[in-house]
């Protein structure tokens, strides 16, 4: 890298010795204040022997019981930090604040959740989506169970996790860091416990809408036990940690899609058809975690973690899809017509396809972490680190359809008047009775142009994720000059992903369409249901469509790409070198203390990606495809510096400042070496490749990582008073405890990050398509063939631009205003956002998809002798989710924001033969918060609308003294 193109690392650099020169000469004007700053900032050797016991010891003096405690806990893993960090610590043993990880992780400040399902799920960091942050379990790196690289936080039980932080910042010895953010998740340390804990929880949990779906694998009721056990052996010298998860938790989902908004005959706006269910959703999970802690001496200390997910999720999904303006249906006159949209009216020939759908997902997520730290002598450690992580998944999706009779112009069709309600909600009274009549078949004649009657179809995607990573290093300590110590180290880490989607149509036997032999329609037998009632529509009847296959009603003939635009199967593989250089600051600039770190990651990536092409004259549906394997590669080499500056005003008021180079790697799906190959004889002799013989679309396996320069500066503020503990200086600089400022603290943040290289996933680019050759074509052909070069349409990094913002956050203990307020506190978030972003051949801007301008999350909480409560908002405003279409055009959607509440209320017995024991009711979505997503920024016209319920829970926890 050029090193005048490489400004951010100047800067760094700069930065870097200018304070260390001036640090060295503040802190060595003689060797008599050199040895009294060495005596107050070094212990002893015999001290630094022990110091690793009496900072277990002091972390132990604060008993982790109660949302306070969780509150000051993580204010101490806030401040000690040397770099900028969000954090979140357990209420006691075994409990995370919060219904899940990602419920809990999206209160924090700078970050927000999506739910996906009912359930908090995807993550966001300054606005970026889950795409740009990472997630690590104990410094381990962690795979997804997604077809890209997201990782899906409802995969970890928050019972196994003592605290997680939230790097905003990078430094150079995290391996596996994000672009937004990194998400570092800790399990329990049995050693660093003074003696052994264990805790039960169980939980009953209930949503208020009624069962919508009935089947196998779904209910409306569920039910969370977890259990963890700490124990110590040997004198302390050997740990162990156990735990155990099982969950079943249950989802009610009234969910519309509607198709679009076409303009009729006047020009007006007006649904087109909408895809409606009514879905009941259960998640079911068992989790084993188990950890060993091994310290015989002071010179070795070693550590096995072990963890076991396991987890299905089942959505039996029953309903209707109305095909409308863009099916045979006729639009009548007289209908209410708002500026340019039509509120209300009614369509005539309506042909419903009545859908009997099954959902599910079955995972498997395997960690293995062993982590190796020796002390060799006063000065010098090392860490030999090596961790496993491997996701497995199964999906099926399955579709099963009935109507009146086979074809869309064939049969009874349907009168259907509609409104538009104020909440969104696609309001229907149909005139067709669909619980009696009906047949097993293809309404709207979807299959025939794959010459089969299309009575279901099935997408059965496979997925297999693997990450191994090795880590080496080394720190020297010392004992004076600006540096408190220098790391550096190097690690190795190869991931493999490997995606394969089996398809096939669901016909009711007997042959093709063309051969005249296929069976149109079949009867059927089920049960009357009512699942879209909330919309208007009556009572249909739901079958399992298992049990039509079982006895052959339904048959499976195999298909390919019928779907898609490519081969959909793909394999990527990266390895990856990380050398890296840190040193850590702690020093005084006067009478500012100065602590911290600069350093620099580089990180060398070789990517492949195998993927699939459809042979020349191979049919799509039957047993007839040909594939033929396409493969791609590249390398490239990031430098990434960092330097994170924390300046110590007094005791209570810290400035941190923080510049660092980081990347996103591709979505896997996006280095698909996948493509599906045309050929346009009209173009067979040009030799322009623009306009050539070959053309293509597909994934690109040269994709290089999105990058940013990434500043952020923060101010904070702790509040003296509070937790009351008592700390020696090093503790005080070293213990999570004694730096708590358990008084609360306020904070004032800015972060600007610069876009480079950004995945513009609808670009095209120049390919060589010499190795296709003679695809189809015969000799005289090839001779007039006028170039080999074509256009694949298909993702590249052509975009830059920015993210911009600012935050502030308040948490407030009301007992620093007034002593009798003792026990009532609150905490207050805000963030606003702002981005651009341009690709090539579009110089308009638009904003980053996924991102809110404003964030904000509030909590009021109230503790005292064994009682607790606490209400909490999350508020989130409309974000476009714009992305670029064909020809660098723009597709508007926007997901529609507002605020989420919940609240918990427990009571804890802390005396008696019943101490330990407490009673939780808590309940989540209370203000039965409706999903909403609408494009052009009319909220009229909706894409998807989805109500979930609120979700109540009553539980148990008892820890054992």
């Not at 101490?76 to 990880?101: C, F, H, M, T």
């Not at 009696?436 to 009575?455: E, F, I, K, S």
Request: aromatic share 10%; glycine share 12%.
């Amino acid at each position: 890298m050029v090193l005048k193109h490489n400004v951010l690392a100047m800067a760094i650099a700069s930065v870097c010795l200018g304070v260390c020169a001036t640090a060295y000469a503040g802190t060595a004007p003689s060797a008599s204040q050199q040895q009294d700053t060495q005596d107050q900032a070094q212990p002893s050797s015999a001290d630094k022997d022990t110091d690793g016991k009496h900072k277990t010891k002091k972390l132990q003096a604060v008993e982790v019981n109660g949302f306070i405690s969780s509150i000051e806990n993580s204010t101490a893993l806030k401040r000690n930090a040397s770099s900028i960090v969000e954090a979140v610590s357990a209420e006691q043993v075994g409990k995370l604040p919060g219904v899940s990880i990602a419920d809990t992780l999206g209160r924090l400040p700078g970050l927000a959740v999506q739910t996906v399902s009912g359930r908090p799920q995807v993550l966001t960091i300054h606005g970026l989506g889950p795409d740009f942050s990472t997630a690590l379990v104990n410094g381990g790196q962690q795979v997804s169970t997604s077809n890209n690289r997201d990782v899906q936080f409802d995969q970890y039980p928050s019972s196994w996790f003592d605290n997680v932080v939230v790097h905003l910042t990078p430094q150079a010895d995290l391996i596996g860091q994000g672009l937004t953010g990194t998400v570092d998740m800790h399990t329990i340390r049995p050693l660093e416990k003074s003696g052994p804990e264990a805790a039960l929880n169980a939980h009953y949990i209930w949503n208020d809408m009624s069962q919508l779906a009935s089947g196998p694998g779904v209910s409306d009721k569920g039910y969370n036990v977890n259990g963890v056990w700490v124990h110590q052996f040997a004198d302390h010298t050997l740990g162990v940690t156990l735990g155990v998860d099982m969950e079943s938790n249950p989802a009610q989902i009234q969910h519309q899609a509607p198709w679009g908004y076409p303009g009729d005959a006047n020009g007006d706006a007006v649904i087109g058809g909408s895809k409606n269910y009514g879905i009941s959703d259960t998640m079911k999970r068992r989790g084993v975690l188990a950890t060993v802690q091994w310290q015989p001496n002071d010179w070795y200390n070693g550590v096995v973690d072990l963890t076991y997910d396991n987890f299905k999720e089942v959505q039996q999904a029953k309903g209707m899809e109305f095909p409308l303006f863009w099916g045979n249906a006729t639009l009548q006159p007289g209908g209410n017509v708002q500026n340019g949209f039509v509120q209300s009216g009614t369509y005539d020939g309506v042909k419903a396809v009545i859908r009997n759908d099954y959902n599910s997902t079955s995972a498997r997520v395997y960690n293995f972490n062993w982590d190796n730290k020796f002390t060799i002598n006063e000065d010098w450690t090392a860490d030999l680190d090596a961790n496993y992580s491997r996701a497995t998944r199964r999906d099926v999706n399955l579709e099963s359809y009935s109507g009146t009779a086979f074809g869309a112009n064939n049969g009874a069709r349907d009168t259907l008047g509609f409104v538009e309600r104020n909440d969104g909600l696609f309001y229907v009274n149909p005139s067709l009775d669909y619980g009696n009549g009906m047949v097993l078949t293809d309404p709207q004649g979807w299959g025939g142009g794959n010459d089969v009657v299309q009575a279901g179809f099935i997408n059965a995607p496979h997925t297999v994720d693997y990450l191994a990573n090795l880590r080496l290093s080394a720190e020297r300590s010392f004992s004076s000059g600006p540096f408190s110590s220098m790391e550096f180290g190097v690690a190795h880490s190869t991931r493999d992903k490997t995606y394969h989607i089996d398809q096939s149509f669901l016909t009711l036997g007997g042959g093709t369409i063309s051969g005249g032999n296929a069976v149109e329609t079949a009867p059927f037998s089920g049960t009357s249901c009512s699942p879209l009632a909330w919309m208007g529509v009556g009572a249909q009847t739901c079958y399992n469509p298992f049990d039509l296959i079982s006895d052959g009603t339904l048959v499976s003939v195999p298909t390919f790409g019928s779907s898609l635009a490519m081969p959909p199967n793909w394999n990527v593989r990266e390895k990856t070198l990380t050398p890296y250089l840190q040193f850590n600051l702690d020093t005084y600039l006067g009478g500012v203390s100065l602590r911290g770190n600069v350093g620099v990651q580089a990180q060398h990536t070789s990517q492949r990606s195998t993927g699939e092409r459809v042979a020349p004259g191979s049919a799509i549906t039957g047993n007839a495809i040909t594939l033929i394997p396409v493969v791609g590669s590249t390398s490239y080499t990031k430098v990434l510096p960092s330097a994170n500056l924390i300046f110590g005003f007094g005791d209570n008021d810290d400035l941190r400042v923080s510049a660092a180079r980081t990347l996103a790697r591709p979505r896997m799906d996006q280095m698909n070496a996948s493509l599906g190959v045309s050929g346009n004889f009209t173009h067979l002799q040009n030799t322009d490749p623009s306009q050539a013989y070959f053309s293509a679309s597909g994934g690109n396996a040269k994709l290089k990582p999105t990058m940013a320069d990434n500043y952020n500066v923060s101010y904070e503020h702790y509040f003296s008073g509070g937790n009351g503990y008592e700390c020696n200086a090093t503790d005080a600089k070293n213990s999570d405890i004694c730096r708590s400022g358990g008084g609360g603290y306020v904070a004032l943040s800015g972060y600007f990050l610069k876009l480079k290289d950004y995945i513009n996933p609808n670009a095209a680019f120049l390919y060589d398509f010499s190795a296709f050759l003679p695809f189809g074509l015969t000799p005289d052909q090839l001779a007039q063939l006028g170039t080999t070069q074509g256009i694949v349409s298909g993702p590249t990094n052509d975009g830059h631009g920015y993210v911009k913002g600012a935050q502030v956050t308040l948490n407030l203990p009301f007992n620093l205003i007034a002593q009798p307020l003792d026990g009532l506190g609150m905490i207050l978030t805000g963030n606003r956002t702002k981005s651009s972003l341009v690709f090539a051949g579009n110089s308009t801007p638009i904003t980053v998809p996924g991102l809110s301008k404003w964030v904000a999350n509030a909590t009021l909480y109230y503790q005292h002798s064994g009682f607790e409560a606490r209400i909490s908002d999350s508020y989130r405003s409309s974000f476009l989710g714009e992305v670029s279409g064909i020809s660098a055009s723009r597709i508007e959607q926007t997901i529609q924001g507002g605020s989420t509440y919940d609240a918990q209320v427990s009571y804890s017995i802390d005396s008696g033969s019943l101490k330990g024991l407490t009673f939780i009711v808590q309940g989540s979505n209370l203000s039965n918060k409706t999903f909403i997503t609408y494009q052009n920024n009319d909220p009229r016209q909706v894409l998807t609308w989805e109500r979930y319920g609120r979700r109540y829970d009553i539980g148990v926890s008892y820890k054992f003294q």
